[in-house]
């Protein structure tokens, strides 16, 4: 199975909005509201910031939200900051019973 | 509080094994889905393996065959047993549970990782 699809980069301004999508299909994101996405600054291990599409656990700021469209997730970060520079994973359960990620997203904040 | 710590990377040879450890606390892995997730150097995530409650065990297709999953519960502990290894096996190895019962995903808590190097 291929891995989901994100945007290598994106960017914004301290206090702007940003938006990271995840592209998958109707085996993955599309069939199922297991999205999970996960924050990594370097040299960390991953943090779980949105499971089940839209949910936060307990301690994530709620400047971060998820949201699905058929096929593509998104995770919206609102008011940014600087500790939100990192890169960002998508993860979807998938028809193999397995999980599938996505490539990553560099998020820079200018 | 909720931890999990890995061991057991190092460098290994083209051909060769390693067996990881991961160490609970505060969780026990006999009643969660726990797996390995890796992250080859400068790339993304990648999900190698889980064992369920229930003691049913996934891989994926890279690593089906060569790598296996146990845990001892008198331990805590979930181990990935490494054989046959290739350079494409070089990553940090991350342990994680799912967060979410009953399903295969959203990860949480994950441990610090522990990096295989394999040279040939």
């Known amino acids: 199975q291929s891995a989901l699809t994100q945007p290598a980069s994106v960017s914004g301004s301290p206090g702007q909005s940003i938006t990271i999508s995840c592209t998958g299909t109707?085996?993955?994101?599309?069939?199922?509201?297991?999205v999970s996405w996960y924050q990594q600054h370097p040299g960390k291990a991953p943090k779980l910031m949105i499971y089940?599409?839209?949910n936060r656990p307990s301690g994530v700021s709620n400047r971060f939200s998820g949201s699905k469209s058929d096929n593509t997730a998104s995770l919206t970060i609102s008011g940014l900051q600087a500790e939100d520079e990192a890169d960002y994973f998508c993860?979807?359960?998938?028809?193999?019973?397995?999980?599938?990620f996505g490539g990553g997203t560099k998020l820079t904040v200018l | 509080e909720v931890q999990l710590v890995e061991s057991g990377g190092g460098l290994a040879q083209s051909g060769g094994s390693l067996r990881l450890s991961c160490a609970a606390s505060g969780l026990t892995v006999s009643s969660n889905y726990m797996s390995w997730v890796r992250q080859a150097p400068g790339k993304g995530l990648a999900w190698v393996s889980a064992?369920?409650?229930?003691?049913?065990?996934y891989y994926a297709d890279s690593v089906k065959g060569r790598f296996t999953i146990s845990r001892d519960n008198s331990k805590n502990t979930v181990y990935l047993q490494m054989n046959s290894l290739r350079g494409e096996d070089t990553a940090v190895y991350y342990c994680a549970r799912s967060f979410i019962r009953g399903v295969i995903t959203s990860f949480d808590p994950w441990g610090q990782g522990t990096l295989v190097t394999v040279s040939s």
């Open positions: 993860s979807s359960y998938s028809t193999s019973s397995t999980p599938l």
């Open positions: 109707s085996s993955d994101v599309g069939g199922y509201n297991y």
């Open positions: 089940d599409v839209s």
């Open positions: 064992i369920l409650s229930g003691g049913t065990t």
